[in-house]
C-alpha cells in the first residue's frame, strides 16, 4: 500500500492529474447496475412467490428475469398446443408463466449451457401414457400425451427477453447414442462434454443398459468408452463432473473417483470418495467452492450427504425410504493432491440437497431428506411412490474460510413450509435471493390430501442475511469479461461504502454461474473472485476499485453468460448480467494478466484493522494453474 501522505492526490475530478483515471471510469461504465432489489423480502425467511405451472425437475437462469423451467411428460394441468406443458417460462420479476411446447420425452435430462449462450437440455426417456407407462407409439402418436422418444434428443433454447424464444428440438441434430441421465460440463472453449446415462431407465443403472461413453457438443464424432462409467455400476448415472484448471476434468460417481484428460482420453483413477455414495440416487450436495485469489483459483469440490448404501443394496426389495442418509463432507483438491480431507458434516443426514454458491462467497444448502434416496416407485413400502422421507425443510450456510468445526451453522436460518425432495431445484438470482422450486417423487402429476409428497409447483425465494440490507449501486461494471487484459474500473459512493471509506478493504467483485440445476445438483455452476486493488479520495466520499479481468485462462471459468456482483462486507450490489470469453464456441483469445495499481488509502480514512482483497494475488503460469498442479500432473503423466 501507498503511504497516505499529504502530497498524495486529490480524487477530485477536477484535480489534472485524476482526469485520466475518471475518462477511464466513463469509458467503462458501459452499463449501470440495478440500483435495489424489487421485492421486499425478510432476511433468513422463506416466501412462496407464485406457481410454475410444472414440476421444476430442471430449470436454469437464462436472462436476468426469465427462468426456465423443465418437466418429465405428465398430465400437468398448464397446457400447450393441445397437451399438457412439460416446460414454461418463469418471469422472476411478476411470477408468471409462459407455457413453451417440448416435444419429447425430457424426462431426467441432462443440460448446460454453451459458450454462444445458447442452453442445451439433452436425453430423456421413452415417450409415456398415463402414469408413466411406455406408449405404444414412440413418435409422438399416442394418447393421451402424443410426446415421442427423448432418450436421443438435444433440445436448444437461446434465451430472450421479449417472449418470442421457444425450445427447438430437431431430429437432424440428434444423438447417435440413447442418454437417460447424462452430465454436461462446459469446456474451455465454449464447447460441452457430455458424458454417462443409460438407455431405458429403471431406478439404478446395470450392464445391460449403461452407456459408459463420452461425447461432445457440438459434434466430434461417435461416442467414446470411459471405463469409470463400466466399473462404477449399480449408482453411476449423473455423474459429478468438474472442469479443472488444468484443462482436465475431475469425475466422481458412486464410490469411484478419477481424473480425465479428456485431450489425449487418458484416465487417472483416485482413491474412492470416503464414508458416502454421492451421486444419483443418493444425490448428495456438491459444488465447487469459491475460486478466489487466496486460493490461487485452485479448484476444490466439496459433497456432502448422500447414503453409504454399497452396489447390492440398491434394490428395490426393501425399505430404502427409512434408511437414513449421511451427514458427512468431504473434499479433495484435485490438481494438487489426490487425498480426501473429512470436512465438517452437516449435523444430520441428508440426500437431495442443493448446495448454491453465493455472492458472499458462502453456501447455501436447501431442499433434501434424512432418510432414504431420490427416485420413486410402486413398491409397499414406499411414502407414496417416494424412495425418501422426513423432508429436511431447514437450510444450513456454509462458510469455506471459517476455522474447521465452525463451517457449517444453522443459526438464524428459518423453516420452509414447503417439502422439498424428489425432482426439486434451486438457483441463485441477481438480486441474490435463491429461487426454488419443484418436487415430485411421483411417476405423474398427482396432487390431493391422501398423498404424502405430492407434485409440487409452488415457488419460493429464500432471502438471505444480507437481502433487506441497503445495496451497493456500483458505476462502470462492464457487460462482458475477457481472459486476462485491461483492468476496469468501479466507483462507489460513501454511501455503498456503509459511509465508512476502509470497508473499501472488504469489498469484492464475484463472477458466479449459477448452472442448469437438476436432481440436487447445479451442473456447470461456478463462483469466482475477480483481483481487485482500490483507490480512496482523500475525504472519503469516494472510492475506485480496480477489477481484474478473468484469469487468463478460460478453464478456470468457461464461456457463456455469468452475473457480476460487487459486494461490501458480504452485502452485494444487484447484478450486471454479463458475457464471460468472446461470445462464440471457439479458441477463446488469451491476453495477458494485467497488473493493478496498489492500493491507496489516505491515513485519515484507514479506521479499519479489518483485512481486504488480495490485491495482486498472481496466477502462476501462462495457464493459470498453481505450480502444484503442474508438478502433480507432469507426474501422473509419468
Not at 47 to 66: C, D, H, T, W, Y
Not at 537 to 547: K, M, Q, T
Request: hydrophobic letters at 35%; charged letters at 15%.
Amino acid at each position: 500500500m501507498r503511504s497516505s501522505s499529504s502530497s498524495s492526490p486529490s480524487l477530485a475530478p477536477s484535480h489534472p492529474r485524476l482526469l485520466p483515471l475518471f475518462s477511464l471510469v466513463l469509458a467503462n461504465a458501459l452499463t449501470v447496475a440495478a440500483q435495489q432489489p424489487t421485492r421486499h423480502g425478510v432476511a433468513n425467511t422463506f416466501e412462496i412467490v407464485g406457481n410454475s405451472g410444472v414440476s421444476a425437475q430442471q430449470m436454469f437462469l437464462g436472462r436476468p428475469g426469465k427462468i426456465y423451467i423443465l418437466d418429465k411428460t405428465e398430465n400437468n394441468p398448464v397446457q400447450v398446443n393441445g397437451h399438457p406443458a412439460w416446460a414454461v417460462e418463469y418471469d422472476v420479476e411478476t411470477n408468471q408463466i409462459r407455457p413453451l411446447d417440448v416435444v419429447t420425452n425430457s424426462f431426467c435430462a441432462g443440460g448446460g449451457v454453451a459458450g454462444d449462450g445458447t442452453w442445451l437440455n439433452l436425453g430423456g426417456n421413452q415417450a409415456v401414457t398415463w402414469g408413466g407407462n411406455t406408449a405404444d407409439s414412440q413418435t409422438g402418436g399416442s394418447a393421451p400425451y402424443m410426446d415421442a422418444d427423448g432418450g436421443k434428443s438435444i433440445r436448444f433454447l437461446t434465451p430472450c427477453d421479449d417472449q418470442t424464444c421457444n425450445w427447438v428440438d430437431d431430429p437432424t441434430r440428434y444423438m447417435t447414442t440413447r442418454r437417460w441421465y447424462p452430465t454436461l460440463e462446459g469446456l474451455p472453449d465454449g464447447s460441452l462434454f457430455i458424458l454417462g446415462g443409460n438407455k431405458w431407465g429403471g431406478f439404478v443403472n446395470d450392464a445391460d443398459q449403461n452407456n459408459p461413453t463420452y461425447e461432445f457438443y457440438p459434434s466430434q464424432g461417435e461416442p467414446v468408452g470411459l471405463n469409470i462409467l463400466a466399473t462404477t455400476l449399480p449408482a453411476n448415472l449423473f455423474p459429478f463432473t468438474f472442469l479443472l484448471p488444468s484443462g482436465n476434468i475431475f469425475i466422481q460417481t458412486n464410490w469411484g473417483a478419477e481424473v480425465f484428460d479428456y485431450k489425449n482420453n487418458v484416465e487417472y483413477p483416485f482413491p474412492n470418495i470416503p464414508h458416502a455414495v454421492r451421486t444419483y440416487p443418493a444425490s448428495a450436495g456438491n459444488m465447487m467452492l469459491p475460486l478466489t485469489p487466496d486460493n490461487n483459483y485452485q479448484a476444490t469440490m466439496l459433497f456432502c450427504g448422500g447414503s453409504d448404501l454399497e452396489p447390492d443394496q440398491w434394490v428395490q426389495d426393501w425399505a430404502i425410504a427409512a434408511y437414513p442418509a449421511d451427514s458427512t463432507c468431504v473434499s479433495i483438491t484435485p490438481d494438487v493432491s489426490q487425498t480426501w480431507s473429512d470436512d465438517d458434516s452437516i449435523f444430520q443426514g441428508r440426500s437431495m440437497g442443493n448446495m448454491i454458491g453465493l455472492p458472499d462467497l458462502k453456501v447455501l444448502l436447501v431442499n433434501g431428506a434424512n432418510t432414504g434416496v431420490a427416485g420413486y416407485g410402486n413398491v409397499s413400502w414406499a411414502i407414496g411412490h417416494s424412495y425418501a422421507d422426513n423432508p429436511l425443510r431447514t437450510p444450513l450456510m456454509y462458510d469455506p474460510t471459517a476455522p474447521a468445526g465452525s463451517r457449517w451453522t444453522s443459526n438464524g436460518m428459518p423453516e420452509s413450509t414447503v417439502n422439498r425432495m424428489y425432482h426439486s431445484g434451486a438457483l441463485l438470482l441477481p438480486d441474490g435471493s435463491v429461487f426454488i422450486a419443484g418436487s415430485n417423487p411421483n411417476p405423474d402429476y398427482i396432487v390431493g390430501t391422501g398423498v404424502t409428497y405430492p407434485w409440487e409447483d409452488r415457488t419460493e425465494r429464500f432471502y438471505p442475511w444480507y437481502y433487506d440490507k441497503h445495496r451497493p449501486e456500483p458505476q462502470g461494471l462492464p457487460s462482458k469479461l475477457t481472459y486476462g487484459g485491461p483492468y476496469f474500473n468501479v466507483t462507489l459512493s460513501a454511501t455503498d461504502l456503509e459511509n465508512s471509506a476502509a470497508n473499501i478493504k472488504n469489498t469484492k467483485a464475484v463472477v458466479i454461474r449459477t448452472g442448469f440445476s437438476t436432481h440436487a445438483f447445479n451442473m456447470g455452476q461456478r463462483v469466482l473472485q475477480l483481483r481487485t486493488t482500490y483507490t480512496v479520495a482523500e475525504d472519503g466520499n469516494s472510492a475506485v476499485l480496480h477489477v481484474s479481468q478473468l484469469p487468463s485462462n478460460a478453464n478456470i471459468f468457461q464461456p457463456g453468460p455469468a452475473m457480476l456482483f460487487i459486494t461490501v462486507n458480504g452485502v452485494p450490489s444487484i447484478a450486471q448480467w454479463i458475457t464471460v470469453g468472446s461470445g462464440a464456441i471457439e479458441t477463446q483469445p488469451l491476453l495477458a494478466d494485467s497488473q493493478l495499481p496498489d492500493s491507496y488509502i489516505p491515513a485519515a480514512q484507514d479506521n479499519s484493522t479489518t483485512g481486504g482483497n488480495t490485491p495482486n494475488a498472481a496466477v502462476h503460469g501462462a495457464s493459470g494453474v498453481g505450480a502444484g498442479a503442474l508438478v502433480f500432473f507432469a507426474h501422473r503423466a509419468l
